[in-house]
């Protein structure tokens, strides 16, 4: 019995030696990241039967456990991810609303200086001084959204080096996520199955960091963690990892970057929608979304200013009377062929004249043996084509080499470089036309309310201000136009809301309803060169005439800051509610997983208790022994 004592108290010896050992290794790794509080799970030995009943005998160790939910693994990691994709987010929308600059800054600075100085152009269009200051102007309203545009690609490139860097790390995380299975796995063939605990917590901390950088699904198999995109497919499959790669100049990709997977020896190209969360998730969601939107936009705006100023401008006759030449130009459109075509076309793709300009996106399809070319905004199909090149909107769509295979497509991106290219084109301030060679005469009898106005010029082969044409109104939408001889020349109908009439060269814009029977006369009217100021002052109204979209230039540029900075604040609000959901799901795993000192040091009492009464009662058992032995000599 004596002998059975002492064995008891060795058990309990061992017993609170391991909870020693436990509890001081959960003291020492209160402060390292990933790390689960561990325990020692001990059971009682089995019991020994005797003729007075079952005598136990002692404790056994049965395991170290570490306190581990995987459910709150789980909600703490997909809210690290979450949160990664939203800071990330915001962070790149702040660098982009400071690259746009605020509603009294960015381009309206440039444009409102623009406006003044053809504002006192127009009224001195004899003064050289004027005609020098209006140029300037526009040179640096040009210069300004140069600038803007340059800012925004440097925000695209460092984006693309972001999402570089990413990839790179996302592939490092994923090789390491399968080195670790495999050494996890053999940890338990060599302890017989017990938990290699502080392999699966570095595992763990791998994982999260991984769904901090993309989106992921996970899924165990056997002593092994799968991992896997959002869409499905695989990054790691037991102790196999595979290879995410990023090509950010990409010819044939719409956005500039393509995405593949390697699994094995197999590669597949992956969709933008594919990585959908995490940092890289936000960087690529950000620059196709957020970014190309207002790279298009600022694009946008720019061809409106050149349409609109080569539009009066070149309506106009310059200090020598001659003709006015186009006062800007922009940048060049861009084609990227659909990834599957098969033919092997290029494009060449330029700007014909810019005061035709639309500023939608178009797109190239062969059909057949014919081509068709779709207006993106508004879906309008123009063609078919029975070759190219063919002027459309103002473009020059042709072919540099090669050619479409039947169900090729090109989409032709024109907004999203205008800005870039925005130069102004006259040298000679004497260039600037200041006189009208044209006026709109409305009739004193006319019964209607229609109003004219913006007297312009208009894409034509064979434009003619000498000649006066009169519109009449045959009802509230229709009218013919009429030679000086009163013959029909043509005849068309109004199309709302934006009304224009043009002919021969010219355009004319109509608000209101006209009534049967009214006139308006486009009257051939040239002005002397050195006193008329008519085109000057239609040039001088354009900072109050809508000529983007339905907005003034300045409003329209107010309306894209206010759209990114309300973009910006939504998110920043998301952000917040994001970092309080994931506060309290890593409160909630921390509550079971981690290391509480004052917990531990209770605990290093009561072991030290243990250990101390585990030995009394071997010394006791000691003790015994020598009496018995004493009794028996």
Do not use: C
């Amino acid at each position: 019995m004596t002998t059975n004592i002492a064995n008891i108290a060795l058990t309990g010896l061992r017993a609170a030696q391991a909870g020693l050992a436990v509890t001081a290794n959960n003291i020492s790794n209160q402060g390292t990241p990933g790390y689960s509080r561990q325990q020692a799970v001990l059971q009682s030995a089995m019991s020994n039967f005797s003729g007075a009943g079952y005598f136990g005998q002692g404790v056994d160790v049965v395991t170290v456990q570490r306190a581990y939910s995987d459910f709150l693994s789980s909600q703490a990691s997909q809210s690290a991810s979450s949160l990664s994709y939203l800071s990330t987010y915001s962070d790149q929308m702040s660098g982009l609303i400071n690259r746009l600059g605020s509603v009294d800054t960015g381009i309206n600075q440039s444009l409102n200086a623009l406006y003044s100085a053809m504002g006192r152009f127009s009224q001195n269009p004899a003064e050289t001084a004027s005609r020098q200051a209006a140029l300037a102007a526009a040179q640096s309203t040009a210069a300004r959204f140069r600038a803007i545009s340059e800012d925004l690609s440097t925000l695209s490139q460092g984006i693309d080096n972001q999402a570089s860097a990413t990839v790179g790390q996302i592939n490092q995380l994923v090789q390491s996520i399968a080195a670790y299975n495999a050494k996890i796995g053999d940890a338990y063939g060599t302890s017989q199955g017990q938990a290699p605990n502080a392999l699966l917590d570095q595992r763990d901390v791998l994982v999260r960091e991984l769904g901090k950088l993309t989106g992921i699904t996970t899924s165990t198999q056997g002593t092994s963690v799968n991992v896997y995109l959002t869409n499905g497919q695989p990054l790691v499959m037991e102790q196999v990892a595979s290879q995410l790669k990023i090509d950010t100049r990409d010819p044939n990709s719409p956005t500039g970057t393509s995405l593949s997977l390697t699994v094995g020896s197999h590669a597949m190209q992956l969709n933008q929608g594919d990585i959908n969360g995490g940092q890289l998730g936000a960087l690529l969601q950000f620059r196709d979304n957020e970014l190309a939107q207002a790279q298009s936009e600022l694009g946008r705006l720019a061809i409106a200013m050149a349409a609109a100023y080569n539009q009066q401008q070149q309506f106009g006759l310059d200090s020598n009377g001659q003709p006015g030449q186009a006062l800007f130009r922009i940048g060049n459109p861009v084609a990227v062929g659909q990834r599957g075509n098969t033919g092997d076309a290029r494009l060449a793709v330029g700007i014909a004249d810019t005061r035709s300009l639309t500023g939608s996106d178009y797109q190239l399809t062969r059909v057949g043996s014919e081509y068709v070319v779709t207006r993106l905004d508004d879906g309008t199909e123009l063609g078919p084509f029975s070759s190219l090149p063919q002027n459309v909107d103002g473009l020059t769509i042709g072919l540099a080499d090669g050619d479409l295979a039947d169900g090729d497509t090109f989409t032709i991106k024109v907004a999203s470089q205008a800005a870039s290219g925005v130069e102004v084109t006259l040298a000679d301030p004497g260039k600037l036309a200041a006189a009208a060679p044209m006026g709109l005469v409305t009739a004193d009898t006319n019964t209607g309310t229609a109003q004219a106005s913006r007297l312009r010029s208009a894409e034509s082969g064979s434009p003619d201000y000498g000649t006066s044409v009169t519109v009449r109104f045959t009802s509230a939408t229709g009218y013919e136009l009429l030679g000086e001889d009163g013959t029909v020349l043509s005849t068309g109908s109004l199309q709302p809301p934006q009304q224009t009439i043009s002919y021969n060269g010219w355009a004319f814009d109509l608000a209101g309803i006209p009534a049967a029977g009214d006139t308006i006369t486009v009257k051939a009217d040239p002005g002397a060169p050195a006193g008329d100021n008519r085109n000057a002052l239609a040039m001088a109204g354009l900072g109050t005439t809508r000529i983007a979209g339905g907005s003034t230039l300045t409003d329209a540029y107010a309306g894209l800051i206010s759209q990114v900075g309300t973009r910006a604040a939504s998110l920043n609000i998301s952000k917040a509610a994001q970092q309080t959901a994931f506060d309290q799901a890593v409160a909630s795993e921390q509550s079971l997983s981690g290391v509480n000192l004052d917990e531990e040091g209770a605990n290093l009492l009561r072991y030290q208790q243990a250990y101390a009464a585990a030995g009394k009662v071997l010394g006791m058992s000691s003790e015994l022994f020598d009496q018995l032995l004493a009794a028996i000599h």
